[in-house]
């Protein structure tokens, strides 16, 4: 039984007539009579009552015209699902982040992928450290993560979306909180508190690396994985740190003062990374749609 007999089969149900469903079917009549005999042979059974004036369905026909309509309708949506789904119209998009870059990056982002393809199921895996995202890409738990960059896997490919710079925090009960400049060598003997080590923060690498330029190593007191705690920690005057600074906007704690580093401090790229061999086809899609957001800014 073949796919042309079904559809021959419906086309004649539904016209009763063999030389309109011939015609619509674009075959002779003689080939679709044979067609429809080669269908009854096979099922054993009289599907329709000929007569001269028009043809219709037996008892036992009837009830194959049923299931035969909701079959092809579902392989019909089976094949619709299938091509939206290698278009990546369809399927699931794995997507890590971490709190930072995941801040300025993730809302829009993913609220214009929803817009332009709602079918694709989202799977929001985080808040997480770069470090570990990039674990997540490599072990195929993720299919992308907006992160901070760089990430060093050679079998990873990223895209910046743009930068992150740095400013000085520290309680407003220093004894150089009231000064419009602080050089970060002046405060070489602080207590510092920073973002945790070993943990794959990539902001926590940013501090240590200016400390280093700036001639010492901080001596990190505290650690926390997560900006809100690290404020409350600086304005505690448990220490100074050195925080992005979009944080002085977006996350204002009391107590809290902000200077500006040197005119050429640190700074890190925020973007996308994920695996140069992922066959998702969602995951093009959203790479289309971040560039053309970094485009349209």
Not at 77 to 82: D, L, N, P, Q, T
Not at 223 to 244: D, N, W
Not at 257 to 271: C, S
């Amino acid at each position: 039984m073949e796919l042309r007999h079904l559809h021959s089969f419906l086309t004649v149900a539904r016209e009763q007539n063999f030389t309109r469903a011939a015609t619509l079917l674009n075959v002779a009549q003689p080939p679709l009579s044979q067609r429809i005999r080669q269908l009854e042979d096979l099922l054993g059974v009289r599907l329709f009552d000929r007569n001269t004036r028009k043809v219709e369905l037996t008892a036992a026909g009837q009830v194959f015209y049923d299931g035969v309509r909701q079959t092809l309708a579902h392989l019909d949506a089976a094949v619709a699902a299938c091509r939206r789904a290698s278009y990546g119209e369809a399927g699931t998009l794995r997507i890590g982040y971490s709190g930072r870059a995941g801040h300025r990056l993730l809302p829009k982002l993913l609220l214009a992928f929803r817009a332009r393809f709602p079918d694709v199921v989202v799977d929001l895996i985080g808040p997480h450290p770069s470090g570990m995202l990039q674990s997540k890409l490599l072990a195929e738990e993720l299919d992308i993560a907006l992160c901070f960059l760089p990430l060093q896997a050679p079998s990873l490919t990223s895209r910046s979306l743009g930068m992150i710079d740095f400013v000085l925090a520290m309680p407003a009960s220093h004894p150089l909180a009231t000064q419009k400049k602080v050089a970060l060598a002046d405060l070489a003997f602080d207590a510092f508190v920073g973002y945790s080590a070993g943990k794959g923060f990539l902001l926590r690498k940013a501090m240590d690396d200016e400390c280093l330029r700036a001639g010492f190593a901080p001596r990190v007191v505290r650690e926390s994985e997560t900006s809100h705690v690290l404020l409350c920690l600086i304005a505690a005057g448990t220490g100074v740190s050195i925080v992005p600074s979009e944080l002085q906007h977006q996350e204002p704690v009391g107590g809290v003062v902000f200077k500006p580093l040197r005119l050429r401090a640190e700074r890190v790229q925020h973007g996308l990374a994920w695996r140069s061999n992922n066959p998702n086809p969602t995951l093009q899609n959203l790479l289309n749609l971040a560039e053309a957001q970094k485009t349209s800014r």
